[in-house]
């Protein structure tokens, strides 16, 4: 799947879709839109609504890894209560409270081993950082996962037979080796 996106549209791409999105607003009494933060089937990116300009994007099939900093869980509780007053100074209170909690976090694209598009607290980040990698693992698939998906590995089975791969970094290693060229882990 490619497409040719134009990095500072908002507009969206043909075949594009938007599977997630949140936005953020300013003001007390009349709220605005102040930024807008997406991800389609292409890209991930966020939008500055106040100078209507592409603040930052990646592309899926360049995303490397999608990581959480600066966790925090947050407690949102409402109480509702009564006093009464017997004599000046002394009373009784009584009432009741309910909440929730959850988590809150950055959200960093990475690409290249750098980050790329930011996303500051962010609620459930865990979550959206699964979505991102399913979508990205679904929609562009390795290289070793195309090669296989296209016939390569069928054509030619020794291959196969001469290749051990890493089961911790998936790197295709010679046959004999002991250790992974990539990794350095033992493989069995």
Sequence with gaps: ???????HSINLQKDEYIIFSYS??????????????SVSNFRAFEWNAETSNM?????????????????????????????SSLFRGVGVSTGYSRGKSFQ???????????PVLVWPRTTNPSDLRRLVLTIKKELYPSKELQRWMTGIRSDNPSIVRNVSTCLRCGEK????????????SILN
Excluded: W
Aim: hydrophobic share 40%.
């Design 1 to 7: 799947m490619s497409a040719e996106i134009n990095p």
């Design 24 to 37: 953020t607003k300013v003001g007390i009494i009349t709220k605005r839109l102040s930024r807008l933060y």
């Design 55 to 83: 603040e930052g994007m990646i592309l899926l099939q360049d995303l490397q890894d999608c990581l959480i900093m600066n966790s925090f869980r947050v407690f949102d509780s409402t109480r509702v209560s009564g006093y």
């Design 104 to 114: 809150v976090g950055d959200v960093v694209f990475m690409s290249h081993g750098k």
């Design 173 to 184: 290693n010679v046959k004999d080796a002991s250790f992974c060229s990539f990794c350095g």
